[in-house]
């Protein structure tokens, strides 16, 4: 009998959200184990990266890779992954996009480890200590990776085949794709593995979503109830269910909260953020700018807002003054 | 910093800004055609896209601008009620409030986007804006986002060299 096809899964600057993912496949993680062979899987399995270094270029069938990139020790591992397979899938927002972590790129390097190593409340470290990139010790010497001033998606670091997006993605959807590999038939490269509509289409609030809105006023769900049954949108709260594609089966609105958008655009828009936010500001009921700006106060951090997931993989990518 | 270093280099190059102007079919672009007609003098440095309504100038088209290499981008529609479309340029207006948050958290200082109301009889007005505009962004120096783009990518190249000799240590 041929060896089952081998497939890798690999996490970079993630919060582990995506590995959850995979072990949310419940029993079907069972049907996945029966049809290929899982080969490298650092939150699961005990394998190292020498065993990844043994195998031909090319020969892993498929590496599903979540995470940004930041540091010189995830390039590395990804270039190594990407020489090994066949196929490399970007799995999950800050793959896709840089995520969560990208919004570290509105900061300095170096003011995020002084936050971290000396100002934060929690942190005692008198000595000011930051860790070293090398270290001598009996003899030998230890190395650290570098952490980088950008952060970046997957894209920007190597070639990559396919997307799943998500934060984390559904089950339904690295099932459906595992099924898609498994067939053989392969859809062109660079394509969304999920439906390039938007995420109203499957909102199960979509009727109640005036044609025309009118903002005089946004809510935030801390501090303001959200009504269960209307278009959050149409309520005042930011929902960027507009501009975020589909296929979570819109998950937070059915547990009341709006979408953040981290399924990412369509296909026909570059820069989610620049997207939404035009959509969202049109819909402003003023017409001076002192009656814009002072509606536009309820959104005290636009770029955290409208570029939750996406800020990293956006035209600006960064802070650009830094 | 980065920013001085760009401008020490080009200032002796004869840096000139470049301004991506975006003009409504209906008034701006028509003042602009005026000021033309009328040998009105003003600096050349923008390079001017019609649009139908300044209610047509997606907020991508204006990173996307940024980010190829415009020192500044300014926007021209009708006055507020004069819009040929009735509310197109009350949509821009909000959507520029808006990306001007966003832009200056981002780190573009606020000279570099500017919205004005011309209308087709205020050939004048593109003179005395481009002009200012020029002036002000001259003050800033240039965007450079390309080549900052590049620098960012060499942060990586810089790394992945000298990390290339410890390959072993990750084994
Ligand atoms: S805006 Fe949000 S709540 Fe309204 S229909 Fe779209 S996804 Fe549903
Ligand atoms: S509703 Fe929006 S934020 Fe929530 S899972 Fe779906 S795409 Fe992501
Ligand atoms: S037509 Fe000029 S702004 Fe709309």
Redesign the pocket.
């Known amino acids: 009998m041929p060896d089952k096809p081998k497939l890798a899964f690999y996490w970079c600057a993630a919060c582990g959200g995506c590995e959850e993912s995979v072990v949310d496949l419940a029993e079907d993680i069972l049907f996945v184990v029966d049809n290929v062979d899982i080969i490298f899987w650092p939150v699961g399995l005990d394998f190292k990266r020498k065993d990844v270094e043994k195998y031909a270029d090319g020969e892993i069938v498929v590496s599903l890779i979540n995470g940004a990139i930041r540091s010189s020790e995830q390039q590395e591992m990804v270039k190594l992954l990407r020489r090994k397979s066949k196929v490399v899938i970007a799995y999950g927002a800050c793959a896709q996009y840089g995520g969560i972590p990208g919004l570290a790129n509105e900061f300095e390097k170096e003011e995020i480890l002084k936050w971290v190593y000396e100002d934060s409340p929690s942190t005692h470290n008198e000595e000011n200590v930051r860790p070293q990139l090398n270290y001598k010790v009996n003899g030998s010497e230890v190395y650290l990776p570098e952490l980088w001033n950008v952060v970046r998606p997957l894209d920007k670091v190597i070639d990559v085949d396919y997307y799943i997006p998500g934060c984390p993605p559904s089950s339904k959807l690295l099932k459906e794709a595992v099924l898609v590999l498994l067939s053989g038939k392969l859809p062109p490269k660079g394509t969304v593995l999920a439906p390039d509509v938007a ?2 289409d499957e ?1 199960s ?2 009727d109640t ?1 005036p044609t025309d809105l009118a903002f005089k006023e946004f809510l935030r769900p801390n501090l303001s109830i959200i009504d269960p049954e209307k ?4 309520q005042g709260f930011i ?1 960027m ?2 501009a975020t594609r589909s296929g979570c089966g ?1 998950l937070c ?1 059915e547990g009341n909260m ?2 953040t958008g981290c399924y990412g655009a369509t296909s026909r828009v570059k820069d989610q953020g620049a997207k939404i936010l035009s959509s969202i500001a049109s819909n402003i009921e003023g017409k001076s700018e002192k009656e814009i700006d002072s509606t536009l106060n309820g959104i005290p951090d636009p770029v955290g807002t409208f570029y939750r997931y996406s800020l990293a993989g956006s035209i600006l990518r960064k802070k650009v003054s830094i | 910093m980065l920013l001085k270093n760009e401008t020490g280099q080009t200032a002796s190059k004869q840096w000139e800004p470049k301004i991506i102007a975006f003009f409504c079919n209906w008034c701006t672009y028509t003042a602009a055609d005026l000021a033309g007609v009328s040998r009105i003098k003003h600096a050349p440095n923008i390079r001017v896209i019609r649009v139908m309504c300044s209610g047509r100038v997606d907020p991508q088209f204006i990173l996307d601008s940024f980010a190829k290499g415009a020192d500044g981008v300014l926007i021209g529609g009708c006055h507020p009620g004069d819009c040929h479309y009735q509310e197109g340029n009350y949509k821009c207006l909000r959507r520029f409030q808006m990306l001007k948050r966003v832009v200056d958290s981002l780190g573009i200082e606020k000279d570099r986007l500017r919205l004005e109301w011309i209308s087709a009889s205020e050939g004048d007005k593109v003179r005395i804006v481009v002009n200012d505009m020029v002036a002000k962004i001259k003050v800033l120096g240039p965007l450079g986002l390309p080549l900052k783009f590049k620098n960012w990518a060499d942060e990586m190249h810089v790394i992945v060299s000298e990390v290339a000799g410890k390959e072993e240590v990750y084994a």
């Open positions: 995420l109203c909102c609030r979509k979503k278009c959050i949108l149409s929902c269910g507009p819109a609105v709006p979408c």
